[in-house]
Nanobody
Framework: QVQLVESGGGLVQAGGSLTLSCVASTSISSLNGMAWYRQPPGKQRELVAAMNKVGEISYADAVKGRFTVSRDSARNTLYLQMNSLKPEDTAVYYC??????????WGQGTQVTVSS
């Protein structure tokens, strides 16, 4: 069993930046792939970005050019750097990852609120 613990959410003004962290309870050297999702108030969960096991990254059109996915294997941590934030980015953000021989895990979610 793998646990993902998220942090970094908060309140930010439009145009500002936040970095979300997702710390895994096991080495991310065994990571098959990962993704960030978000769920805006009153809406369905949507894919923000995804990274496959060879490091190829794709982004949703709504965040392309503003958000960046990265990872730090030494810290077993996944990141979502969010720049030029807009009110429509307001959502609960979730990290998701799949690990070899273990399975899929989800973070607990972290609230990002962007004020206009």
């Amino acid at each position: 069993q793998v646990q993902l613990v998220e942090s970094g959410g908060g309140l930010v003004q439009a145009g500002g930046s936040l970095t979300l962290s997702c710390v895994a309870s096991t080495s991310i050297s065994s990571l098959n792939g990962m993704a960030w999702y978000r769920q805006p108030p009153g809406k369905q969960r949507e894919l923000v970005a995804a990274m496959n096991k060879v490091g190829e990254i794709s982004y949703a059109d709504a965040v392309k050019g503003r958000f960046t996915v990265s990872r730090d294997s030494a810290r077993n941590t996944l990141y979502l750097q969010m720049n030029s934030l807009k009110p429509e980015d307001t959502a609960v953000y979730y990290c998701n990852a799949g690990f070899m021989r273990i399975g899929v895990a989800w973070g607990q979610g972290t609230q990002v609120t962007v004020s206009s």
